[in-house]
């Protein structure tokens, strides 16, 4: 290892990996050799073997200089991308795939959006043949960044980039909301915009990937928008209540019209979609009552104590009995020298 810098800014760069034993070595290759070439920045590349079930523990047993940790069965992508976070100390953060879809060679261009604007998150924007040309996947992006204009006021290129750069204490600002699975960008980036945090967009170019895809198209678009009204009803709540009351008193009234002039009198059904509308208006004022009570109390969340990380450390320059005991013990002890890789 080089001597540390004290003027070195520290990046820490995340790696979620999951049965891509075609892939990981070359995605590691690559970005050592970015790494390499980046002056000023002190890097620290962690892996986390997330239960892989085909050679990809072997492979990642055989890589130099990278700190590996493990789940003993499949967590999600979400629950790997937590556990190399609460591991994580440094004040940058580069998260990327390991399927070989994502230019990793771009992590200097998202550092550097990073300087000129004090931006607290930096997110490559996905394009290129990786990017899936059919017409429910189209159709689908298409409304998951309307909801999130309509919901945020912001246009957002590319809400789930598996690819970006953000400070760790974003993380540690919201670990509390953010899941298992792989809708943990998705809320990381809505989290972010309606805190008012600094998120920019690079454009990047996406490959096709190398392996089977995990993602389930129509299970996940129904949870991404699942996510985006919790997530609503989480940090703004009027700004979704409100259009949805207001929807059912344009449906009781135009009922009520059409009513009076078949009938010549209200219906019940009228009636109805006007109580409705007055439930979910009450019920958002109360959500919103409550957000603005209690939105001052989620201040820095404090990570738990490493020692509870469901991971294994396997890879250490030189264990010694302590390291190797506290490697038994299911934990992490980020305070052995001998970790830093």
């Known amino acids: 290892m080089l001597p540390e810098d004290a ?7 995340i790696v979620p990996v999951y049965n891509e034993a075609r892939a990981i070595r070359d995605t590691l290759q690559r970005i050592r050799a970015t790494c390499a070439a980046i002056p000023g920045y002190r890097f620290e590349v962690i892996c986390i073997d997330d239960g892989s079930t085909d ?4 492979l990642l047993a055989q890589m ?18 937590r556990t190399g976070l609460d591991y994580a100390a440094q004040e940058w953060v580069f998260i990327v795939d390991a399927d070989g879809t994502y230019p990793v060679e771009d992590v200097n261009r998202l550092l550097a959006a990073t300087k ?50 953000f400070r760790r204490s974003l993380y540690s600002e919201f670990r509390h909301l953010l899941p298992m699975g792989f809708s943990f960008t998705t809320t990381l980036t809505v989290a972010s915009l309606y805190s008012g945090h600094k998120v920019r967009y690079m454009p990047v170019q996406y490959q096709r990937r190398i392996g089977h895809s995990n993602i389930r198209p129509v299970r996940d678009f129904l949870g991404f928008v699942m996510l985006i009204v919790r997530l609503a009803s989480y940090f703004d709540p009027l700004r979704f209540f409100l259009p949805v009351a207001f929807l059912f008193v344009a449906l009781g009234v135009l009922r009520g019209i059409r009513d009076v002039i078949v009938t010549n009198a209200l219906g019940g059904l009228s009636l ?24 001052v109390l989620p201040a820095r969340f404090e990570v738990r104590s490493r020692s509870d990380l469901p991971a294994t450390v396997m890879r250490r320059a030189e264990p010694d009995a302590d390291a190797i005991a506290a490697c038994d013990r299911g934990g992490v002890d980020r305070t052995n020298p001998e970790l830093k890789v």
């Open 55 to 58: 050679a990809t523990p072997e």
């Open 64 to 81: 130099p200089d990278i700190t590996l940790l493990t789940h003993e069965v499949n967590r999600g992508y979400g629950a790997a991308l």
């Open 116 to 165: 000129p604007f004090d931006v607290d998150m930096v997110v490559g924007s996905r394009a290129g043949q990786g990017i899936s040309s059919g017409p429910f996947r189209r159709l689908a992006r298409w409304i998951l960044r309307k909801m999130v204009h309509g919901l945020t006021g912001t246009m957002v290129p590319d809400l789930n980039s598996g690819m970006r750069i």
């Open 7 to 13: 003027n070195e800014e520290t990046c820490a760069i």
């Open 272 to 295: 109805i979609l006007f109580f409705i509308a007055l439930q979910i208006f009450v019920l958002g004022v109360i959500a919103d009552v409550i957000v603005r009570r209690f939105q």
